[in-house]
């Protein structure tokens, strides 16, 4: 079945998609040839439940992994016996059905060749180099790292700054008495960048050195706040496993035209639809 007509042209993609659908599920079996059932003398092997499982991935996300083994056999089964009455049928001698094929191995074909010889040929080396040229110049945003702590009243904030001001420790106080969110973590916000924060907290934020405090209360739609500007750096340059899927993508794409372009270049193609050849394409 799957043995004779996917499997094997795929070769090189066979233990991926193994090893993706091993992983996701119990198995016993794990060599891609191990026999898991027989329709009169087609055998349906391990490969072939991977490579269904690639094919029904979305309607398997609605079951039990544990479940996916027995839903695929059970799909396979059921496509073999229909397939072995379609030959009986002879609807595969049928033009259009043969018309069909021809499409499917084109495609099938396509994708093979882009997985392995465009995809494929990305090599570590190729991320690392890509990675160097991408951020050889970066300049990350700035980035600000403040606390505060937020109360109802500006009286109340008065006094948080007065108490402060006195030597109160600011973020065992915004444990004891801010009302937001981070206030069980010392008013710890974090890092952020300009644009994060609504305006009249980042400019209080903005016009603050490290280690200073605002000398007012500052009012936003979620009551008023004692800030303090912990630190400010600039925003790090991202690590290259970060940023390894969309490099991978960039390259993947370029090496897509420049393997195209080639190998356009030495076919010879015709188009002798009259109305085709000048039929707006997209780029």
Do not use: C
């Not at 309607?59 to 839903?71: D, G, S, V, Y």
């Amino acid at each position: 079945m799957f043995q004779n007509t996917i499997r094997r042209p795929f070769g090189s993609l066979l233990i991926p998609a193994l090893a993706v659908f091993i992983g996701s599920a119990t198995v016993n079996a794990s060599e891609p040839d191990d026999v898991v059932a027989t329709v009169g003398e087609t055998e349906i092997t391990e490969a072939d439940l991977a490579f269904a499982a690639q094919d029904l991935g979305q309607e398997l996300q609605r079951f039990p992994p544990a479940q996916w083994r027995a839903i695929l056999l059970d799909v396979l089964v059921d496509m073999e016996i229909l397939a072995q009455a379609a030959r009986d049928a002879k609807i595969d001698q049928d033009p259009d059905f043969q018309r069909q094929i021809d499409f499917l191995t084109l495609r099938a074909l396509r994708n093979a060749y882009i997985a392995q010889e465009v995809e494929g040929a990305i090599t570590d080396a190729d991320l690392e180099t890509a990675y160097a040229e991408t951020f050889a110049d970066y300049q990350g945003e700035e980035e600000l790292n403040a606390r505060h702590i937020l109360v109802e009243e500006k009286a109340e904030a008065e006094a948080v700054i007065k108490e402060l001001e006195a030597g109160a420790d600011f973020a065992e106080l915004a444990k004891e008495r801010s009302t937001g969110p981070s206030g069980p973590n010392g008013g710890d916000l974090g890092y952020f960048t300009k644009g994060q924060m609504v305006k009249p907290f980042e400019d209080a934020v903005l016009a603050l050195e490290p280690g200073q405090i605002t000398e007012e209360p500052v009012e936003t739609q979620f009551g008023w706040h004692v800030i303090k500007l912990e630190d400010r750096r600039t925003q790090p340059k991202p690590k290259l496993a970060e940023v390894a899927p969309q490099l991978r993508q960039q390259l993947a794409r370029e090496k897509y035209a420049e393997t195209m372009e080639a190998l356009k270049a030495n076919a010879a193609v015709e188009i002798l639809d009259e109305d085709l050849k000048d039929a707006p394409r997209s780029e």
